[in-house]
T-cell receptor, first 117, second 111 residues
Framework: DTAVSQTPKYLVTQMGNDKSIKCEQNLGHDTMYWYKQDSKKFLKIMFSYNNKELIINETVPNRFSPKSPDKAHLNLHINSLELGDSAVYFC????????????????FGEGSWLTVV | SQQGEEDPQALSIQEGENATMNCSYKTSINNLQWYRQNSGRGLVHLILIRSNEREKHSGRLRVTLDTSKKSSSLLITASRAADTASYFCAPGYTGGFKTIFGAGTRLFVKA
């Protein structure tokens, strides 16, 4: 079974559209994350949730809205997509409180390739 | 920014050779992890070294940590084509800081 699964894997959409990426983890972890990896391969944290509560909210446009219906799911909704949103979005989870990188292993999904045209 | 910075950006070697990549960071850490990312995949945890450790081994991997220089190195011995991937370090800062990864080192192992 895949530990952290996210869908869709590939998404091509037009500017101005709204899209969602779903993520689920079956590891029983309390914390989930969204990371963005740009074309230069920098992997930057966007959000972290601990037990459905938002812990980290980096400087991300408010067009990005995460939603955690339960601690095993963290979805990412993006409104009014722009060309610069094209990137790979990774969902991840770990067993910590989400505020600090405690050294617990972060488990990543396989990524969602978003292309905005 | 607080990400670890990997060096070199890219490294190309022949199969069987050793590969060394370095990571520098800015402030005090509790630990430091290394991750690997195969092309088109997510990151996979490789090894963790704690701040009170100087060296750690796992199979063909050897990690060193020098807290006085705020640097770590990852050595892959007897490299294989399957080791071709990007490698990222992730410092665990004592300040309770969120994890930010750098751009990684892209390793190419030629068969």
């Amino acid at each position: 079974d895949t530990a952290v699964s996210q869908t869709p894997k590939y998404l091509v959409t037009q500017m101005g559209n709204d899209k969602s990426i779903k993520c689920e983890q079956n590891l029983g972890h309390d914390t989930m994350y969204w990371y963005k990896q740009d074309s230069k391969k920098f992997l930057k944290i966007m959000f972290s949730y601990n037990n459905k509560e938002l812990i980290i909210n980096e400087t991300v446009p408010n067009r990005f809205s995460p939603k955690s219906p339960d601690k095993a799911h963290l979805n990412l909704h993006i409104n009014s997509l722009e060309l610069g949103d094209s990137a790979v979005y990774f969902c991840a989870s770990s067993q910590d409180d989400g505020t600090a990188f405690s050294g617990n292993t972060i488990y990543f999904g396989e990524g969602s390739w978003l292309t905005v045209v | 920014s607080q990400q670890g910075e990997e060096d070199p950006q890219a490294l190309s070697i022949q199969e069987g050779e050793n590969a060394t990549m370095n990571c520098s960071y800015k402030t005090s850490i509790n630990n430091l992890q290394w991750y690997r990312q195969n092309s088109g995949r997510g990151l996979v945890h490789l090894i963790l070294i704690r701040s009170n450790e100087r060296e750690k081994h796992s199979g063909r991997l050897r990690v060193t940590l020098d807290t006085s220089k705020k640097s770590s190195s990852l050595l892959i011995t007897a490299s294989r084509a399957a080791d071709t991937a990007s490698y990222f370090c992730a410092p665990g800062y004592t300040g309770g800081f969120k994890t930010i990864f750098g751009a990684g080192t892209r390793l190419f192992v030629k068969a």
